[in-house]
C-alpha cells in the first residue's frame, strides 16, 4: 500500500507541473518526461527486490508498453504532440498495468478518452468565443464553401429519418441516431476546422519555435527543403537551421499548427480515477 501511495502521489505532482507547463508554453519540459520514465522503473524495481514481487516491475512494463503504443498512434494521428506521448509512456511505467478490468491503470484509460474529448471540446469553445470575430468569418467562408457537402449531408440525414418510419421500432431508433449523428458530424467538422484556422494556426518567428512544433506549409530556400508538415514535429536542428536563415534575409516567419493542451485532461481523468474509478462503471451503476 505505501509503494502504490509514493506511485500516486509522484503521478499527481507530475500532471501538476506539466498541466502548468502545459498551459503555460505549450509544451511539457522533457526532463519531467524522462524523469517519469526513469524514476517509474527505478522506484518498481526497488519494490520488486524490497518486498521480493517480481510484479511490481513486471506491470511497469506492461503499462510502459501499452502507452508507448497508445502515445505512437496518437502522435502519429496527430492528436497529440511529443510532450503528450511521451508523459504518457512515463504514466505507464509508474502507474503500472494489471491484467484486470477494473485496474486503476485501465480506469485510467477509459477517463482520458471520456474526459479528453470533453476537455477538447470546452477549449475548442473557449477558443472560438476568445477569437470569436475571426471564428466566425472562417467558420462562414468554411460553410459557403461546402454547399455541395452540405446538401448531400441534409438529403442523407431526410432520406435515413424517412427509411426510419417504415421500420419496426427496434431497427428504427439506431437509424434516427445515425442520421442525427451524419448531420452531426457535417457540422462538427466545419466547426472544429474554423476554430483550427481561425485560432491555432499562426506565424511564428524562428526564435519562438520550440521542438515540436507542427508546421503547416513547407519552408523551402532555394529549392531547398527546410521543413514541412510531413516532418511530424519540428527538430531543434531545423530550428537552429530557420534561425539563421532569419538572419540571412531568406525566412521570417513560419506557419506553426498549436494542439490543444491535453495534460490538464490526464490530470482531470487521474484525479476522477483516483476518486471513483472507471466512469463509464460509475455512469452504469446509475
Known amino acids: 500500500m505505501v509503494a502504490e501511495t509514493i506511485l500516486l502521489m509522484i503521478v499527481f505532482i507530475a500532471l501538476l507541473?506539466?498541466?502548468?507547463?502545459?498551459?503555460?508554453?505549450?509544451?511539457?519540459?522533457?526532463?519531467?518526461?524522462?524523469?517519469?520514465?526513469?524514476?517509474?522503473?527505478?522506484?518498481?524495481?526497488?519494490?520488486?527486490i524490497t518486498y521480493q514481487d517480481a510484479d511490481y516491475i513486471i506491470h511497469g512494463l506492461l503499462g510502459f508498453g501499452a502507452f508507448f503504443i497508445i502515445a505512437l498512434v496518437m502522435f502519429?494521428?496527430?492528436?497529440?504532440?511529443?510532450?503528450?506521448s511521451k508523459m504518457v509512456m512515463g504514466l505507464g511505467a509508474l502507474l503500472g498495468l494489471?491484467?484486470?478490468?477494473?485496474?486503476?491503470?485501465?480506469?485510467?484509460?477509459?477517463?482520458?478518452?471520456?474526459?479528453?474529448?470533453?476537455?477538447?471540446?470546452?477549449?475548442?469553445?473557449?477558443?472560438?468565443?476568445?477569437?470569436?470575430?475571426?471564428?466566425?468569418?472562417?467558420?462562414?467562408?468554411?460553410?459557403?464553401?461546402k454547399k455541395k457537402?452540405?446538401?448531400?449531408?441534409?438529403?442523407?440525414?431526410?432520406?435515413?429519418?424517412?427509411?426510419?418510419?417504415?421500420?419496426?421500432?427496434?431497427?428504427?431508433?439506431?437509424?434516427?441516431?445515425?442520421?442525427?449523428?451524419?448531420?452531426?458530424?457535417?457540422?462538427?467538422?466545419?466547426?472544429?476546422?474554423?476554430?483550427?484556422?481561425?485560432?491555432?494556426?499562426?506565424?511564428?518567428?524562428?526564435e519562438k519555435l520550440t521542438e515540436g512544433d507542427w508546421v503547416v506549409e513547407d519552408v523551402v530556400v532555394g529549392k531547398k527543403r527546410i521543413c514541412g508538415p510531413k516532418d511530424l514535429g519540428l527538430e531543434m536542428s531545423?530550428?537552429?537551421?530557420?534561425?539563421?536563415l532569419k538572419k540571412q534575409g531568406k525566412v521570417k516567419r513560419v506557419l506553426i499548427k498549436y494542439g490543444i493542451p491535453f495534460v490538464?485532461?490526464?490530470?482531470?481523468?487521474?484525479?476522477?480515477?483516483?476518486?471513483?474509478?472507471n466512469i463509464v462503471f460509475v455512469l452504469l451503476r446509475i
Open 17 to 48: 507541473i506539466g498541466s502548468y507547463t502545459d498551459f503555460k508554453v505549450r509544451e511539457v519540459p522533457d526532463w519531467l518526461n524522462y524523469g517519469l520514465i526513469f524514476v517509474g522503473f527505478g522506484l518498481r524495481l526497488i519494490f520488486s
Open 76 to 84: 502519429y494521428a496527430g492528436q497529440w504532440g511529443g510532450g503528450d
Open 264 to 277: 490538464p485532461s490526464f490530470l482531470i481523468a487521474f484525479v476522477v480515477t483516483y476518486l471513483w474509478g
Open 149 to 206: 457537402e452540405k446538401w448531400l449531408v441534409w438529403i442523407g440525414t431526410v432520406l435515413l429519418l424517412v427509411v426510419s418510419a417504415f421500420l419496426p421500432y427496434y431497427v428504427r431508433v439506431p437509424v434516427v441516431v445515425l442520421a442525427g449523428i451524419v448531420l452531426m458530424s457535417f457540422y462538427v467538422f466545419t466547426y472544429l476546422k474554423a476554430v483550427e484556422g481561425s485560432s491555432m494556426i499562426k506565424w511564428v518567428e524562428p
Open 238 to 244: 531545423q530550428i537552429r537551421k530557420l534561425i539563421r
Open 98 to 145: 494489471e491484467l484486470s478490468i477494473d485496474s486503476f491503470m485501465i480506469g485510467f484509460i477509459i477517463n482520458i478518452v471520456v474526459f479528453g474529448a470533453l476537455f477538447g471540446l470546452l477549449f475548442s469553445v473557449y477558443l472560438a468565443v476568445a477569437n470569436l470575430k475571426a471564428f466566425a468569418k472562417e467558420f462562414n467562408r468554411r460553410f459557403s464553401e
